[in-house]
């Protein structure tokens, strides 16, 4: 690498941004991806998982941020040593880099997945970790990357050519559709992936611009169309739709899209937080924001 | 750097972001500042005045993004001249690093003061430049960093103490009030440091949300308080105060305030972008945003 020991002597870094290309041939163009998981809990399924996707490690970079709390710790621990083994392995299987933050965002990563979804919480829950995904991405996206992959900690299943299935559709903003296994049961899981209705349009016209108007609650029926609910387990992997909300279980970004200034919106952005925020800030800067209904991933079943 | 090494050898780096300050004693504290400049035109007395700066070279990293036009390869031989001669030297004066980017910001560099403040183009060129700057941001900012200052390219001169100065207060985000030289005259230059008023906030509420309020044009007058108007030349340099837009020719950044998701709109954010919008979004934040009417820093006069 003669270019990082120029860097090296000189502290001079020179990075053409017109050469990332971000393609339908990603691998191909030997496209650099960075995968991004908040982490409040580490499942060794998930690592597992990781570790099964077929896209070159040479051009995966790993980023992680995790709590500063007594959890933290713990975390902090398991997932050291998940990387160490292989990262001080065999140079042809060690990732490009892996970046761990560590950080206070006060938020409690004891809770239950029922606690976590009543909706007097989620405000606050989702801003902290919109928080989190801006300190993650702020940090480690580098001039290089052309893909940022957000991957849930709790994703435990997903197609090992996860990366090379989502980048072929060279869209700007790509959302797999998360489920849960119940037994032998297929059941939804992220209901954050949707086409907005005039229903909620209203509703969020009524509202105060510091209200958020959030999904999947009985209480207020927004009649959004949930991607969640369109899945046809005989339908067509390769099926799009165009959606105004996504959820950030398995989602695929050009880094081009988060480099002009698409983030995590910790404040009501249209009434919208975190991811669903996000959609609308991509979509505000002209990008386009598709779903793959008939393409799953998984999620813990608690 | 035994840290660096290990990095090295197994490709792992943890931060721990509770580590990192921005204090009122950003030096003792040994605080990374982050130095960012677009740059269309490399004025020699902008770098002159950066060579001047007290604050220590080893806590300081350079990023700059020029076009990838003609003029930006012209830019980038200066620029790159002019930071060699500095890298190569004793390490002792070298900075900690050094960013370049090359980005197609399809904007026209060729144009004259004149040209670029006609009404019209300004809204298409601050969106443009918005989005250079988030570019630049996203590159740049590291896991490390404190401080960010935005220092236009044209800003030829400022008091050496400008780090420390600024610092001092330990404000989230704190401007400096922009002028020219005119013989012996001072003359005002930016106007995008502002206090808002209920006249701005009318026009505003009647404009589309795609429309822009612009600040210094006669034709539409905002009643907004300009901090380039309270200049008084016998004042405290000290005096602080509260902004609701603010520009960048010379801005400190509490690095938190841009990873919690603070970046420069490049759309209509409140009907305003850039800059302003920036200010808009660290307030929506919660963050706090200062002026010092009576700092003054230099820019270049055509
Ligand atoms: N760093 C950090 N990550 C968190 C925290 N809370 C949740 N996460 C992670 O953020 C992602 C989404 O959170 P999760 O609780 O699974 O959301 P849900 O499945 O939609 O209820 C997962 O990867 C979590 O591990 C937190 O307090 N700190
Ligand atoms: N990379 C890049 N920087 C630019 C471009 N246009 C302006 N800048 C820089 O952005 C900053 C502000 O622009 P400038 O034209 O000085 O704005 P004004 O003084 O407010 O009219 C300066 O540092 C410029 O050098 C551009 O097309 N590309
Ligand atoms: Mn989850
Ligand atoms: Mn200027």
Redesign the interface.
Known sequence: KPKARKADI?????????EITASANARENKEEVLILSPIARFYPEYWKNLLKLSYPRNLITLGFILP?TRDGTKI?RDL?AA??SV??GPISE???????????TGLSSGQSEKQRHEREVQKERRSKL??AR??L???????KTSWVLWLDSDIIETPPTLIEDMTQFNKDVLVANCFQRKGEKLVPYDYNSWIDSNVAKELASKMSKDDILLEGYIELPTYRTLMAHLHDENGDQKTLMRLDGVGTTALMVKAEV????A?????PFYNLIESEGFAKMAT??NYEVFGLPNYLVFHYNE
Chains 1, 2 share one sequence.
């Open positions: 000189n502290s001079i870094n020179v990075y053409d941004m017109n500063s902090h050291r990387v160490q990262q001080k060690r990732f490009a880099d892996v970046k761990i933050m560590i950080q206070d919109a928080s801006n300190a991405l702020f940090s480690a996206l580098g001039p988060h480099r002009d200034g983030v995590f919106p910790t404040f505000r800067l």
